[in-house]
Every structure is written in C-alpha cells, then in structure tokens.
C-alpha cells in the first residue's frame, strides 16, 4: 500500500509530491501524473491497472492559496493497493485527511521550494514538516484498516457464496 500526495505544479504541471513508504515505480508514477487531466465530475475516483494488478483510488480537493495561478492549489490524494480492495472502505478516510490538510493555515506554502519567492519564506519548511506528519498518520489509520476491515469484508464475500 502506497499513499501518495499530487498536486499541478504552476510550471512544471502535476508531480508527485509526496510518497509513503516509499517511492512508486516510475511507471506508474507517469500514470498518476495524467489523472490531473482527466474531466472527472465526482472527485472520488479509481483507476485499475490490470497489468500491474494494483488499483489507484484518488480524492482531488483544493487549498486556498495566495502563491497559485487562480488562488488554489490542485491537490490529490491517492492510495496505491492490491486490485481486489474494494476502494469504498478508505474514502472517509482519505476525505478525513483532506480536510485536514485544508484546515492548516498557509500549508499551500508545503508545495513551494525555498527560493520560490524574493526572500525565503520560513515557513515552507515548516508547513511541509506538518504535511508530511499528517501524510504518516493517514498512511498508519489506513494500514490498521486495512488489517482489520479487510478481513471482515473477505468473510463478507464468502458468505455471499451460500445460497441461503
């Protein structure tokens, strides 16, 4: 399981910002990078990489920012598992972190290098320190999901099997 934070560059356009445990492999990470351009109506959305055997579930939200194009940055949180989880068990998850992120003051300044503007703001550092805290704390929550619930929800689908 890999939980991801994207957001669209102002520049460079979508980059993978954040990635926990570890890095994804590039080939799926150039997958990722082209979800930003899809019209997606509902921001809660999966893609399945039958090739790869994975699932991506997304959330896109945006923060309030004084630093990007139109004052918002675009903003996605995705989780990289196994195909056969059922996707619908982390949205509340994923949406409670979103709101989160949302809810720190100036954390859009998370997504800019030092140097971004005239003089260094000291803030950037510290606003992607509580980013990544809070990106390590989901990531822990969705892990205990996924051992507990998943194995509920395998007994689940074995029941469906009997004919009552």
């Given at each position: 399981?890999?939980?991801?934070l ?36 509902d ?117 469906k099997?009997?004919?009552?």
């Amino acid at each position: 399981m890999h939980l991801i934070l994207s957001y669209f560059h102002s520049k460079r356009g979508p980059e993978l910002f954040l990635s926990f445990p570890d890095e994804v492999p590039e080939k799926i990470s150039d997958k990722m990078k082209g979800f930003f351009d899809l019209d997606m109506i509902d921001p809660f959305f999966e893609v399945t990489l039958i090739e790869e055997k994975i699932k991506i579930t997304n959330l896109y939200f945006e923060i309030t920012s004084c630093w990007a194009r139109g004052s918002k940055e675009m903003v996605m949180l995705s989780l990289v598992i196994e195909k056969d989880y059922k996707s619908e068990l982390f949205y509340d998850i994923l949406k409670e972190y979103s709101l989160k992120i949302i809810s720190i003051v100036n954390i859009y300044k998370s997504f800019y290098d030092r140097g971004f503007l005239q003089k260094n703001d000291p803030e950037i550092d510290i606003k992607k320190k509580e980013l990544v805290q809070i990106l390590v704390e989901c990531l822990d929550r969705l892990n205990k999901l996924n051992k507990s619930d998943f194995e509920g929800e395998k007994i689940i689908q074995k029941f469906k099997k009997f004919k009552w």
